[in-house]
């Protein structure tokens, strides 16, 4: 094989094909660039400002639903305290102290309740009688605000709404006028103001600025503070004069900003001139024409034009790398059409000394064909061994045990035959309802004969080899049934834990039954007569690095097993019982069971004292549920014959 791997010879294409390719390669590459650069650059400048301006457009919807719910939520409380007994009083006898006195506290106790900014009334010349603030140094008791909008709109009989710096607290706030009626007369007004700031502090921090303008386009919200009073119109005579006329920003000094505007692509754009030098916005607006309000979003245009830089410059990339790709594709193409000639000869000399293999290899496969029958013969011939062994020591223990069960089948069939035969008087002397309680009884030592019966056939019996997906739940359910009586008459109580989720195990359903019954049992056997008769039955599935594994865990607090012999106690034949009270075959038997389920049975220490046997065993997904009914069905269910 040496001749097929030694370097072939690089001739290239012929030199005037290579120049003829590469030239048109160039001429692509440069067309490509101008063709970025001059129209590339616009169309990503324009989808980035797409981009922006639909962020800018939810942040406008947000910011106005903000104001829209702030007024909302005041613009019904001035009519209901114009209309309040204390408020007509104080209007109607404005020189009674105690009616004036009685209103300061009430507005004052409201105006804490609702959190608002002020709250006063006023006659209907403008002068305001009562406020919450009447006993502070910025009072409105005595000041006239006849000038306001809010006041004369009110006192037409009509709905008070204005924007203003506060002339007295020098506080921005909004204002909400409402009419003091006495049948068709307006006997006064009822003035509200709620702060602004806090919906302020809602607009700072973020990669963009709101503001809010009146109708002379003055900025009287924002989230920049020094842009406040400041005007995004020119301020010529007659927005000025409209503005001192209504006193809306008291004694502020009004200032233009350096801005200038501009279009691009359909959207608004923005320069404003700064110390630091010139930054461009985009502007998103809407009007808010319920309060006269123009609510504008900007959003700083220099990383959505970075953005767009960014683009262009990967798609130059992107086309440099391509060229690049190119032309390392064409020096490729021209080295493989030198090697294509060499590689056919090289092609025709492989396949032939392939043939020559593969018939070598068809020998040796018959060969280890024969060798995988011969050891799964073998396999299967062990397999059936060792469940013959299984089975032969099972039977041979219940030979063993038959003279126990004799006595555990005698004391019930003699104590059925007593309460029978008291039955049969009970009956002859009329006392129906006591031989009825005999006859329970009766039932009752009927049913545990049977319960034990269906207990000895299920574990003489030779259950199916296969493994299933089964359910923990289930197998523990058939468990503690055939164990309840065994329970019982040591006084011992079964303590089952599976946590919150159903657990799904491969394993065969009869088998695991039988070493379940075999450990609860002997822990029954350790409890018995002790003070402490519990028995924990603890399952779990790992969710570390074991995960897919189920450990089952039974522990007493019996006597335990002593480390002198603990090495034992799988042994055939060997037992810690009295005699009598077993042969030794219960644990190695489950222990060869559990093993062919691809598990591990062992003896653990038991914090305490007592024993503690874990039985781990592969974990199934919920997926499995259907095949282990069906798998117990095939040939692993109990009999429900009894």
């Not at 222990?591 to 653990?604: A, H, P, T, V």
């Amino acid at each position: 094989m040496s001749d097929l791997t030694s370097p072939a010879p690089v001739t290239g294409l012929r030199p005037a094909a290579f120049r003829h390719n590469w030239r048109w390669l160039t001429l692509l590459a440069l067309a490509l660039f101008v063709g970025i650069g001059t129209f590339g650059g616009r169309y990503a400048t324009q989808v980035s400002f797409d981009a922006a301006a639909q962020r800018g457009e939810n942040t406008l919807r947000l910011a106005i639903a903000v104001l829209r719910g702030q007024m909302e939520r005041f613009e019904r409380l001035p009519q209901l305290i114009a209309d309040h007994d204390i408020v007509r009083a104080v209007v109607t006898r404005p020189d009674d102290p105690g009616a004036v006195a009685e209103a300061n506290a009430y507005l004052a106790e409201i105006n804490t309740l609702l959190q608002s900014s002020d709250i006063y009334v006023m006659l209907p010349d403008g002068t305001t009688i009562a406020a919450n603030n009447h006993d502070t140094d910025f009072s409105f008791v005595g000041q006239n605000f006849a000038y306001r909008p809010y006041f004369f709109d009110a006192a037409s009989g009509g709905e008070g709404r204005f924007f203003a710096l506060g002339t007295t607290s020098l506080k921005r706030g909004y204002y909400f006028g409402a009419p003091i009626r006495e049948g068709d007369a307006v006997l006064g007004v009822v003035a509200f103001k709620i702060d602004v700031d806090a919906i302020e502090e809602t607009w700072r921090g973020g990669d963009y600025e709101i503001i809010v303008t009146d109708p002379e386009g003055i900025i009287f919200m924002s989230s920049r503070a020094d842009w406040h009073f400041a005007s995004t119109l020119p301020l010529t005579s007659d927005r000025r004069a409209r503005t001192a006329a209504t006193q809306r920003y008291a004694n502020a000094r009004l200032r233009e900003l350096p801005i200038t505007r501009e279009e691009f692509a359909g959207h608004s754009l923005m320069g404003l001139t700064t110390p630091t030098g010139m930054r461009e916005y985009l502007i998103r607006a809407e009007e808010m024409p319920e309060a006269g309000w123009t609510v504008q979003v900007l959003l700083d245009t220099a990383s959505v034009r970075t953005q767009a830089l960014t683009a262009i410059m990967v798609a130059l990339l992107l086309v440099g790398l391509g060229t690049m790709g190119a032309a390392t594709w064409l020096q490729r193409r021209a080295r493989l059409r030198d090697r294509m000639q060499m590689q056919q000869e090289a092609r025709a000399e492989l396949e032939r000394r392939v043939i020559e293999r593969t018939q070598e290899l068809a020998t040796v496969n018959h060969r280890l064909e024969g060798e995988v029958a011969e050891r799964r013969a073998t396999e299967a011939e062990l397999r059936r061994t060792q469940a013959s062994l299984v089975q032969a020591g099972k039977l041979a223990a219940l030979g063993q045990m038959s003279a126990a069960l004799s006595h555990e089948f005698n004391q019930p069939l003699a104590a059925a035959r007593n309460y029978a035969d008291n039955a049969l008087v009970l009956i002859e002397r009329d006392r129906v309802s006591e031989a009825g309680l005999n006859i329970g009884k009766v039932v009752g030592l009927v049913d545990r004969m049977a319960a034990l019966s269906r207990h000895l056939r299920n574990f003489a019996r030779k259950p199916n080899d296969r493994l299933d997906d089964i359910a923990l739940s289930d197998v523990l359910a058939e468990t503690q049934e055939i164990v309840a009586f065994r329970l019982r008459a040591a006084g011992a109580e079964l303590l089952v834990d599976t946590g919150p989720q159903p657990i799904h195990i491969r394993a065969g359903s009869v088998r695991l039954q039988q070493v379940l019954v075999n450990l609860i049992t002997n822990a029954a056997d350790a409890v018995e007569g002790s003070a402490d008769r519990r028995i924990h039955l603890v399952a779990r599935q790992d969710e570390g690095q074991a995960k897919g594994r189920v450990t089952i865990t039974v522990r007493d607090h019996g006597p335990g097993v002593p480390p002198a012999i603990a090495e034992r106690i799988f042994d055939p034949f060997f037992t810690t019982k009295g005699v009598g009270r077993g042969l030794g075959l219960g644990l190695s038997i489950s222990y060869n069971i559990i093993k062919d389920f691809g598990g591990e049975l062992r003896l653990d220490p038991a914090p305490g004292g007592g024993a503690c046997f874990v039985v781990e065993l592969l974990a199934v997904g919920r997926a499995g549920q259907g095949r282990a009914g069906q798998g117990r069905a095939d040939g692993d269910r109990q009999d429900p014959s009894g």
